[in-house]
């Protein structure tokens, strides 16, 4: 098992006050449930506080966590291209390593003394503890091979320098990734260099000055490149579905980071769609092929939700470069974040093809509950702050003491992988629409692989918006006459 200790913080931009932590235990139901209006049974409520649930995160008993032999730095966002190669390899070659996150916008000493040119992805490989080296690496600091090798230590930068040192320090770890003496792989590699420059021409290529013709054509050669993938994919020994066959290889990793964010944001920024089932057949092959590569997959992938909001964020921040942004960057933002927004709809339908009893749906499960409750006070501070540094557009809610007791009820369900959430505690409606607001709030805020793995997303996603839906639903109407049921028929299971 990969040792996978991420000292990130769960929704970390821009948090710069914390909740209060004055927030108590509330009062239980039955003491205070006096109103006529009162209907559901009256039960006792106790919701544990942050404190008790992280005692009772199950400790994994059945490993121990592997020794970590590589620490991966790489960017506190998640959003950077280069680490996400070296995690990927990292993963695939089921290599026990630990992240160190480094924030870009003030990296800290230690690093740039470090690595020289101040720059992420970066690993240290724990020399010393390795068995299985057959490593030739002298001693010293060598910037042409990018690498500074002491007798317990080689640290490497680069994202293409670092998978090399670990198909080299690790042989005996899953498979070679680069071949970079087979020609099939420095054609296949040929073939996505070519998409990628075409597709950044197409979205970075243009000022100003640019006239639609040109335009035209910035789209036309990106055409033309994935017509020459697909083209590529077809031939492929064995069918494929990945570039040099029917294993992840070097040159899938090397172009993933990149095509993941094409596919969902090209459609929407430029009006290219990547694939299909019937257009380019075989990259729509390969994108299922590395959807369905769990190294990829658990932690690593973007989804789409995530892509889609990172667009209209980057926009807003990026598109005007200190001018006003222009109609037509507005309508595309417009654009995008109503992209955003219909996707939001689909969170609480979306378990995952998940089971509940499944192993990975109970991982899933555990691994937002840590996330949560590890980060809770910068959750409930960026659901309920009256200034948001980012997604502004999403509001927040004005009540953080119920934002903070319908999260803990969230992790508890987790937990204890519990459907029934009793709802007493929200009768009021004023009390249900804030609380009911910030969950639907930290589920649009969630971003993945920024903040946890899609499965893990996917299930915290669907128990926010459920539990706003049904809190929602079976608060206190004042004006519904006495004597109407008010617990909704509606309710649905977490
Ligand atoms: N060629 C490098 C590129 C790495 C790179 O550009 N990293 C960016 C993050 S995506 C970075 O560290 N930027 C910080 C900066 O420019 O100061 C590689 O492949 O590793």
Redesign the pocket.
């Known amino acids: 098992m990969v040792f996978n200790k991420v000292r990130s913080s769960l929704i970390a931009v821009s948090i710069l006050y914390h909740a209060t932590s004055a927030f108590t235990q509330p009062t239980s139901a039955s003491s205070r449930s006096t109103s006529l209006h009162a209907i559901a049974p009256a039960a006792t409520v106790s919701v544990p506080s942050w404190v008790d649930l992280g005692e009772s995160l199950p400790s994994d008993s059945t490993s121990t966590p592997e020794q970590p032999l590589v620490t991966l730095y790489r960017?506190t966002n998640g959003?950077?291209?280069?680490?996400e190669?070296v995690w990927i390899a990292l993963r695939v070659k089921n290599i026990p390593y630990q992240e160190t996150l480094v924030n870009?916008q003030d990296?800290p000493d230690w690093f740039l003394n470090a690595v020289p040119?101040?720059?992420?992805?970066a690993v240290m490989i724990h020399t010393d503890l390795l068995t299985d080296t057959s490593s030739s690496s002298k001693e010293g600091d060598s910037s042409e091979e990018k690498e500074k090798t002491t007798p317990e230590r080689t640290l490497v930068?680069?994202?293409?320098d670092?998978m090399r040192k670990l198909d080299e320090m690790f042989p005996n770890h899953g498979p070679k990734l680069m071949n970079e003496d087979d020609a099939a792989f420095l054609e296949a590699r040929e073939v996505c260099a070519a998409v990628q420059s075409a597709g950044f021409g197409l979205l970075y290529g243009g000022n100003a000055t640019t006239t639609a013709v040109e335009t035209e054509e910035k789209r036309s050669a990106l055409e033309a490149a994935l017509d020459a993938m697909d083209a590529h994919l077809s031939k492929v020994t064995n069918g494929g579905p990945f570039l040099l066959g029917s294993e992840l290889s070097g040159v899938d990793i090397e172009v993933i980071p990149t095509l993941e964010r094409f596919r969902y944001q090209f459609p929407l920024l430029r009006n290219v769609t990547l694939s299909t089932t019937t257009l380019r057949p075989n990259l729509q092959r390969w994108f299922e092929a590395i959807d369905a590569s769990p190294a990829y997959a658990s932690r690593v992938a973007g989804d789409e939700y995530s892509w889609t909001a990172v667009a209209s964020t980057f926009l807003r921040i990026f598109g005007s470069r200190g001018n006003e942004l222009t109609v037509e960057q507005n309508a595309t933002i417009a654009r995008v974040e109503a992209a955003a927004t219909a996707l939001t709809l689909d969170f609480v339908n979306d378990s995952g093809g998940a089971d509940s009893t499944d192993d990975g749906y109970v991982a899933a499960c555990r691994e937002a509950a840590e996330k949560l409750i590890a980060n809770h006070e910068a959750v409930v501070a960026d659901c309920s702050r009256a200034d948001p540094k980012s997604q502004k557009e999403l509001g927040r809610s004005s009540n953080v003491e119920r934002a903070d007791l319908a999260l803990r009820m969230i992790a508890d369900s987790l937990l204890n992988n519990n459907s029934d959430v009793n709802l007493t505690l929200f009768r009021n409606k004023k009390d249900a629409t804030e609380a009911a607001f910030a969950l639907r709030t930290v589920a649009k805020r969630l971003s993945v692989p920024r903040d946890m793995g899609g499965p893990a997303a996917k299930v915290l996603r669907r128990r926010l918006m459920v539990l706003a839906q049904n809190m929602e639903a079976n608060a206190k109407d004042s004006t519904r006459p006495l004597g109407i049921p008010r617990r909704s028929k509606f309710q649905s299971k977490l």
């Open positions: 960017d959003w950077c291209p280069f680490c190669r870009l990296k040119t101040g720059l992420v992805p930068w680069e994202s293409v670092i």
